[in-house]
C-alpha cells in the first residue's frame, strides 16, 4: 500500500494474513507515493513520488532502492509493470504514455494521440502476451495501440457517454476483453 503519509510511505501487508502478523513497514518513508506497483515476479516494486515527476524502483525482496528516474515538465499520474516484469507503463500528464525499462529506465515506446491534461488516467497492457497498450481518455475515448516498438495506433473506440475515462483494466483471464471506467458512472466491458 502506498501514501502520501511521509511516515507511512510504503507499509506492506502479507495476504491472508495471521492474527499475529503485523504490516511491515517500509525502511524508506521520507517520501510521498502517488501510485506503486509490483512486478509479477515479486522482484520489483516501482513507485510515482516526489511531486510525481519521479519513479522510483525497488528490489522488493531486499526493500531497497536500486533505481530513480527523473521526469521534468510532466505529472507522472499512473504505471503498470508489464507481465514479464521487464517495462514499466507510465500515464503522464500532458498527453503521454511511455514504456520503459525497469531496469534503466529507457525509452522502450511512446504512445500518443489521446488526451491527458487535468486527470489521472490509468493505462494497461493487455491482450495475448500483452501484445497492446489500451488507455482510457478525456475526450470521452478509449485509444488501443500495438506493442511492437513502434506503438502502432490500432484503434479508437467511443468508450463513455461523456467525461474522462479514468481507468482501464485487461481481463487477464480473457485476453480480447477488457473493462473500462469512466466518469459517467458507468463500467463497460
Not at 529507457?106 to 500483452?130: C, D, P
Not at 489500451?134 to 502502432?152: L, Q
Request: glycine share 6%; proline share 3%; net charge negative.
Amino acid at each position: 500500500m502506498g501514501s502520501l503519509d511521509t511516515a507511512n510511505a510504503i507499509v506492506v501487508y502479507k495476504i491472508p494474513a495471521g492474527d499475529e502478523e503485523a504490516p511491515v513497514q517500509w525502511r524508506e518513508q521520507n517520501i510521498r507515493v502517488y501510485d506503486l506497483a509490483l512486478s509479477a515476479d515479486q522482484e520489483r516494486l516501482a513507485v510515482v513520488a516526489e511531486d510525481q515527476q519521479s519513479i522510483i524502483v525497488y528490489d522488493f525482496p531486499a526493500r531497497q532502492r536500486i533505481a530513480k528516474f527523473n521526469y521534468d515538465g510532466v505529472k507522472l499520474t499512473s504505471l503498470r509493470i508489464s507481465m514479464d516484469s521487464r517495462a514499466i507503463l507510465v500515464s503522464m500528464n500532458p498527453d503521454q504514455i511511455r514504456e520503459i525499462s525497469i531496469d534503466t529506465g529507457t525509452l522502450i515506446s511512446e504512445y500518443k494521440w489521446h488526451v491527458q491534461n487535468e486527470f489521472m488516467i490509468r493505462s494497461s497492457f493487455g491482450g495475448a502476451s500483452e501484445t497492446f497498450v489500451v488507455t482510457g481518455s478525456e475526450d470521452s475515448k478509449i485509444y488501443i495501440w500495438r506493442r511492437n516498438g513502434n506503438a502502432e495506433k490500432l484503434h479508437v473506440l467511443q468508450g463513455h457517454q461523456r467525461g474522462c475515462v479514468n481507468a482501464i483494466a485487461w481481463n487477464p483471464g480473457e485476453p480480447g476483453m477488457f473493462a473500462s471506467a469512466g466518469d459517467d458512472a458507468s463500467i463497460r466491458m
